[in-house]
């Protein structure tokens, strides 16, 4: 799926969200799935009124809700971040190669230190060795490839919310829509089907089930007793994005840290507190901790330093990098402001040999 996306220029663009617009998306990030009416409800706007901002906003990829893998499923299977150092003439080129692997869940160009980072997730070790060792390092330009392994992911980018709506609003809809079937185990293995249908949610988080039903050729039924299965173990994480440059948080930044193991759980409880931070994961290698903010501005990442120190005396800082250009970011490839152009949904089942039909 390919989004036509309108001005260049950052002054028009951010021109192109209102505060009802913003007020919306932000309902979206605490329901992805909510109905229209519930939404307008919550804002004082007709269901009608919603739908159009909406689809105004979503076809120009400014805002869209898509569905993954929760982060419960993908500490099943093996993360990864993966840097990549390439030939300056190739490294757009290479980028946007990674971009297009389903095993990518994001891909960044920085500003030093490492030409791009990549976050992938494969179902097992061994396919990650055959990614990072096979794929990665044989792609044309390729000159150095550094691979850290997740070993938790602590703080996921679900969680991460614009500031548009008032408490009492952001109350109200966790309790109109607070109907997710009660989590009862955890996420176990995916079926072919089941796959299939985190596949079609990526495109689409809000495709209504008849939707799915006739993409994956099955009943309505059956889609929603399958739907309704992952919800309820977790498997599935429904999100609202955003394009970076409209939010208020144009920046985003990475620090690579080193923390004692013995204090590793009480400093990332408090890293995780912080509201600029989207991602907090340990890592394996000589940092054990990742992390990944977005700020308003270039200096605030000093300011993110200095509370980091103040709050965390036992973490110690060992690189930091700011991103030039998201790439890609959770299944979908973006175009300079950050806006979706394209989906290429997160699969780390891909190397799956296709199962055999019957005759």
Do not use: Y
Not at 172 to 177: A, E, G, P, S
Not at 220 to 235: D, K, P, Q, S
Not at 239 to 245: I, L, T, Y
Not at 283 to 309: C, F, K, P, Q, Y
């Amino acid at each position: 799926m390919e989004i036509t996306t309108g001005s260049t220029d950052v002054k028009d663009f951010a021109a192109e969200l209102d505060e009802m617009d913003l007020a919306i998306t932000h309902a979206l990030q605490i329901a992805p799935r909510a109905s229209w009416t519930t939404v307008g409800d919550i804002l004082g706007l007709s269901a009608v009124t919603v739908t159009r901002r909406w689809n105004r906003i979503s076809q120009r990829g400014t805002a869209w809700v898509t569905a993954t893998g929760s982060p419960a499923l993908w500490r099943s299977l093996c993360n990864a971040f993966i840097d990549v150092d390439c030939d300056p003439a190739e490294r757009g080129r290479v980028a946007l190669a990674l971009a297009r692997d389903p095993r990518t869940k994001s891909v960044m160009e920085l500003a030093s230190g490492r030409d791009i980072h990549v976050n992938a997730i494969t179902r097992d070790l061994p396919s990650l060795s055959r990614f990072v060792l096979d794929h990665v390092s044989g792609l044309p330009g390729v000159v150095r490839v550094n691979t850290q392994v997740t070993t938790r992911i602590l703080t996921a980018g679900n969680d991460w919310r614009l500031d548009a709506l008032t408490r009492a609003q952001q109350s109200r809809l966790q309790t109109l829509t607070d109907d997710t079937p009660p989590r009862t185990t955890v996420p176990g293995p995916l079926d072919t089907q089941d796959r299939e249908l985190l596949l079609a949610l990526a495109v689409d988080g809000r495709l209504p089930v008849t939707d799915l039903a006739e993409h994956l050729g099955s009943s309505h039924t059956a889609v929603r007793r399958r739907l309704t299965r992952l919800e309820r173990t977790g498997a599935v994480a429904f999100r609202s994005e955003v394009a970076q440059h409209i939010t208020g948080w144009p920046v985003t930044s990475l620090l690579w840290a080193r923390v004692p193991v013995s204090r590793r759980q009480q400093v990332c409880e408090r890293l995780g507190r912080m509201p600029d931070v989207r991602l907090l994961t340990a890592t394996s290698g000589e940092t054990n901790v990742l992390l990944s903010a977005w700020l308003h501005s270039v200096d605030s990442v000093l300011d993110l330093e200095d509370r980091i120190s103040r709050e965390c005396p036992e973490l110690e800082i060992a690189d930091h990098g700011i991103v030039l250009r998201t790439v890609k970011r959770q299944g979908w490839i973006l175009d300079n402001l950050g806006r979706r152009t394209e989906c290429v949904p997160i699969d780390p089942w891909c190397d799956l040999p296709e199962e055999p039909t019957s005759s």
